[in-house]
């Protein structure tokens, strides 16, 4: 059910290649509440994505974008503005590849160039958004930027590599550049804590089924879904949260609040009484 939380607003999403993906999501509900928007992704993520036909469903323009090149990023900003001829309201950055992950390099043994990528696509893509954006007074007062961050920022997860590296980045990237877009436009920058979700990126880290199994029983609501994520981000878009900036936000049902859950305990306890 509408709430017309986004009536009037115009935005750039990033990130959305498939149903899976939590960016498609977060369109799926910027459209629903009222919002406009247009769609970025990498060119070869548009080649295997489904990014048209999302663009085709909400009747907006897809823009390609290596965020790893400042001239992509200036293109898709001067685009969109051309297009809504106007300012933009709220931007998602759901943007993050990790090339030591896909290539089941371990973090004792990181291939370095690979490494500088992991960071350059995953982290410094939102600083150069910000830069952008913040160069071109693109977004309107009271806009809203959100990137999605994952709790291996603050802990170790088995498996999540330099991805690990990257959100910690992310994160400090927001609270740094969100005082100064803060002060100077009263534009929101924020990060969101998702629980691991089954998207096409999540898939691709070792071990990822038992750990959205061990999420589930450690969080006390469970694993938040990628439409619960985009619900989330909707309410950061609107107007409800104006006073909310620089701040990472964990939507994960509980789990980073806690040690050790009943769930788990029974779970580890069976280990014990098998043969």
């Known amino acids: 059910m509408s709430h017309d939380l986004l009536k009037g607003k115009k935005g750039i999403i990033f990130g959305a290649l498939n149903d899976k993906s939590i960016a498609w999501k977060v369109a799926e509900k910027a459209a629903e509440e009222g919002a406009e928007f247009t769609l970025s992704n990498a060119p070869a993520a548009l080649r295997f994505g489904d990014t048209q036909k999302l663009a085709e469903k909400y009747k907006t323009i897809v823009i390609p974008a290596d965020v790893t090149k400042l001239e992509d990023i200036e293109e898709v900003f001067t685009k969109t503005l051309e297009y809504f001829d106007g300012k933009i309201d709220f931007i998602l950055h759901s943007i993050g590849m990790s090339p030591n992950v896909r290539k089941k390099r371990l973090y004792s043994d990181l291939d370095y160039n690979y490494f500088h990528q992991t960071l350059d696509i995953s982290a410094l893509s939102l600083h150069k958004i910000l830069q952008t954006a913040f160069k071109m007074d693109a977004i309107n007062e009271w806009g809203s930027v959100v990137a999605l961050s994952y709790v291996a920022a603050q802990r170790t997860l088995y498996g999540y590599n330099d991805m690990a590296d990257a959100k910690a980045l992310l994160e400090s990237i927001a609270?740094?550049?969100?005082?100064?877009?803060?002060?100077?436009?009263?534009?929101?920058?924020?990060?969101?804590?998702?629980?691991?979700?089954?998207?096409?990126?999540?898939?691709?880290?070792?071990?990822?089924?038992?750990?959205?199994?061990?999420?589930?029983?450690?969080?006390?609501?469970?694993?938040?879904?990628?439409?619960?994520?985009?619900?989330?981000?909707?309410?950061?878009?609107?107007?409800?949260?104006?006073?909310?900036?620089?701040?990472?936000?964990?939507?994960?049902?509980?789990?980073?609040?806690?040690?050790?859950?009943l769930r788990a305990m029974t779970q580890y306890d069976k280990s014990f009484n098998c043969d």
């Open 175 to 261: 609270r740094s550049f969100g005082y100064i877009y803060g002060r100077e436009k009263s534009v929101r920058v924020n990060t969101i804590s998702q629980s691991p979700t089954m998207t096409t990126a999540g898939s691709g880290i070792k071990g990822f089924d038992s750990l959205m199994d061990f999420t589930e029983r450690m969080s006390p609501l469970g694993n938040a879904t990628a439409e619960e994520c985009a619900d989330y981000c909707i309410t950061l878009f609107s107007d409800l949260t104006r006073k909310v900036t620089m701040q990472n936000l964990y939507h994960d049902g509980g789990f980073s609040s806690m040690g050790m859950s």
